[in-house]
Structure formats: structure tokens, C-alpha cells
């Protein structure tokens, strides 16, 4: 038997105890809401890179340091993206003290006509602060399926075409990580779990 390894035994026991509580604080359920799922576990994204809406080359890891809200669509959509972005703009216009400190970001679907400028242009309409984000339709597709909120081009029709896409929201932590998925839930939704978030 090894003199003190009893002792060192306890004491290992209680830094991995303390490092659980520790892990748990930082990672604990979020709170519930109607038409929000959130996830027991968070979830790694895959680290694709996009171009912002002033032509700079981002990874999504750099979106780390504040809690998102992710978007997908794109500028030609008809109906469901130019609701969901004037909804969030107005949470975050009327919640403004306690969305300070988070972010949306608008992710395009359709990268053959969705370039940063037009992107740039689009988002204007909502609000100045949103981040758009736009990439070749593959390497959109691939963070879109680690989401599970794969899309799809529809046939052309007189030329022009529609995407088909989720119409759910993406919340990230601070470490650019699912934690949950909206579906157009309320503001009360929205600014508790980005309090939630935030906290962390």
C-alpha cells in the first residue's frame, strides 16, 4: 500500500467534484418556453467559413464571445425570412437593455445570388446591428445538416427560383454552441433565454 494515497485519493475526488459543478453551472438546462427545444446537451458546430457582409472572411467559431441567434434564408425569400427578421428586430429594438450583449446573424442559403453586398443591402431593411453571413450553397449545406435544418433549391420556374429552408431559430452560446431552437416563439422567449445566456 502506497503511505498517502488515501489523501490523495480524497483530494483528487474533490477537484473532479468540483470541476462537475463547475461544467454543470456554466452548461445547466435553459429555462422553458412554448415553442422552444432546448438541448440537454450542447452541441458542437461544424467550423465552416463564410463571408460577411463586408466581404471579410469569417469562421463560425468567431461568432464565440456573446450569445447568437442564427438565421437561415436569403433575400429573395417571399415570406417566411422578412417576418422572422423584422420579428427579431423588433425583440431587440423593444428589449434592447436585456438583448445588449447578443447578436443575430443572418445566414444566406443561396450563395449564387446572395453576395456580402446584397446581403449588406437586405439586412439594412431590419436592422443595422444583424450580422449576414453568405458562402458557397455546399459549404452553407454543411452547417446547416450539423443543425439538422438541411434546405433545398427548388426547380426554376421563368427563370427564377426558390429555396426551401427551416424557419427555426438557432440560439448559441457563448462558445458557439447550440443550446437551442426556436420556433417562432414569443419576446418573452427570445430575451429569457438570451438572459439565460448571458448568465452563463
Known sequence: MIR?????????????????????ARDKPLPAFERVMSL???????????????????????LAGKPTFVFFGFTNCPEVCPATLKK??????????????????????????????????????FSKDFV???APSEDVRKLALSLSAPFFKDPPKDGDYNVTHSSRVFALDKHARLRAELYDASPEAVVGISKALLAE
Not at 490523495?8 to 463547475?22: G, R
Not at 466581404?55 to 468567431?62: M, T
Not at 442559403?109 to 439594412?124: C, F, I, N, S, W
Open 88 to 125: 427579431l428586430s423588433l425583440i431587440q429594438s423593444k428589449h434592447a437593455k436585456e438583448l445588449a450583449g447578443t447578436r443575430v446573424v443572418f445566414i444566406s442559403v443561396d450563395g449564387e445570388r446572395d453576395t456580402p453586398a446584397v446581403v449588406k443591402d437586405y439586412l439594412q431593411s
Open 40 to 62: 440537454a446537451e450542447p452541441r458542437e458546430l461544424v467550423d465552416v467559413t463564410l463571408t460577411d457582409q463586408d466581404g471579410k472572411s469569417r469562421k463560425l467559431s468567431a
Open 4 to 24: 498517502g494515497a488515501g489523501k490523495w485519493v480524497s483530494v483528487l475526488a474533490v477537484a473532479v467534484a468540483a470541476a462537475s459543478v463547475t461544467a454543470g
Open 132 to 134: 449576414g453571413l453568405t
